[in-house]
């Protein structure tokens, strides 16, 4: 990448820069194992999304369309760790009414899907 040489402004130019100031980032694999190469997962994670995008154009209110985001980002989250999303839902729904996350929001990491309780009770 540094032998090559092109017009500065022209296409290739930009490219070579934009390639040069993202070398840290591409990279970054190779620095930590946990890293994918591909972005393969992140992409199947928001397939969802955006086939549904379509439909979540007839939200009625503001407010619904944020509801329908957390949800679906809740429901997202879930499926990333290795939980039965409806079992989770369930879950939620009868634990945090009788917690007070709300004032005490160290009780909200009890209730991640990390949570070990939460994957013993909800894992696929």
Known sequence: MDSITALKGS?????IIYAKNQRPYLENYLL???CAISNNTAENAIRPFTVGRKNWL?????????ASAIVYSIVETAKANGLN??????YLLMYM???EWQSDTDLLEDLMPWSMDVQEECKL
Do not use: V
């Not at 296409?11 to 490219?15: C, D, N």
């Not at 007839?58 to 944020?66: L, R």
């Not at 999303?85 to 369930?90: D, G, K, Q, S, V």
């Open 11 to 15: 296409a290739l130019g930009k490219a």
């Open 97 to 99: 009414p009788d917690t």
């Open 32 to 34: 930590d194992g946990r």
């Open 85 to 90: 999303a409806y079992t989770y839902l369930e």
């Open 58 to 66: 007839f939200s009625d209110t503001s407010k619904g369309a944020s």
